[in-house]
């Protein structure tokens, strides 16, 4: 059956605006996640800088948006940590990721300790910021016992001699090859990065050549 004039106009017609709403409705979303995206490298931004706690009106000036708005995209802070965490994440393995773990015990400690090393001081401001905020957030409590122990096993991917020695040794390892370690020697000790994992690595041969 063929049809009429107005009834082809009006399908055509139809199918415009219903084009037209799923084209405002792409363009809210994406509005949204720019939004979004502004907010997390904002708090970002403001960690890198030293403050290591920013409030919502900091980042939400920082990003260049309203409070409420701010408050329409993240529940509460919890939130908005999550976010930055889950942005990040590929970045973050992409820092310890490594092909090539074969050599002797002590150039994989040196190069082990090397990559951690690096990793740390570019992590530096967020993990300082997730160490200050553990208290308050549960969700992100859980999330940085998640990062640890995929620290604990990808070490002993570089040394599986750890596997092999007392509790209190490995406990030891896990220890001397911390953020915290690292954080010790470069902040507050002053030392290089260089300084800083020759004496992380000795100090971890040491335990792992007496187990």
């Not at 084209?23 to 290591?52: F, V």
């Not at 308050?136 to 990062?147: G, Q, S, T, V």
């Not at 620290?151 to 007392?166: F, H, N, Q, T, Y």
Request: one cysteine or more; hydrophobic letters at 45%.
């Amino acid at each position: 059956m063929a049809y009429s004039l107005p009834i082809v106009l009006h399908t055509v017609q139809g199918a415009s605006v219903a084009l037209n709403i799923v084209q405002s409705s792409d363009g809210r979303r994406q509005r949204s996640e720019r939004s979004q995206t502004a907010i997390i490298e904002a708090a970002l931004a403001l960690m890198d800088e030293g403050i290591l706690v920013p409030t919502a009106q900091q980042i939400a000036d920082r990003a260049g948006v309203g409070i409420r708005s701010f408050f329409r995209h993240f529940a509460d802070m919890d939130a908005l940590f999550m976010a930055a965490d889950e942005m990040l994440l590929e970045s973050y393995e992409a820092l310890f990721q490594v092909d090539d773990r074969a050599g002797a015990l002590a150039e994989r400690v040196a190069r082990a300790v090397d990559l951690y090393g690096n990793a740390f001081d570019k992590l530096r401001p967020i993990i300082l910021c997730t160490q200050a905020l553990l208290w308050r957030f549960p969700k992100l409590r859980e999330n940085y016992a998640w990062h640890q122990k995929r620290l604990r096993k990808e070490l002993e991917l570089w040394l599986p001699e750890v596997a092999s020695l007392s509790k209190d040794q490995r406990e030891a390892v896990h220890a001397v090859a911390s953020f915290e370690m690292w954080h010790r020697l470069r902040e507050h000790q002053g030392q290089s990065p260089k300084a800083s994992a020759e004496t992380v690595a000795s100090l971890i041969l040491a335990l792992v050549s007496a187990g």
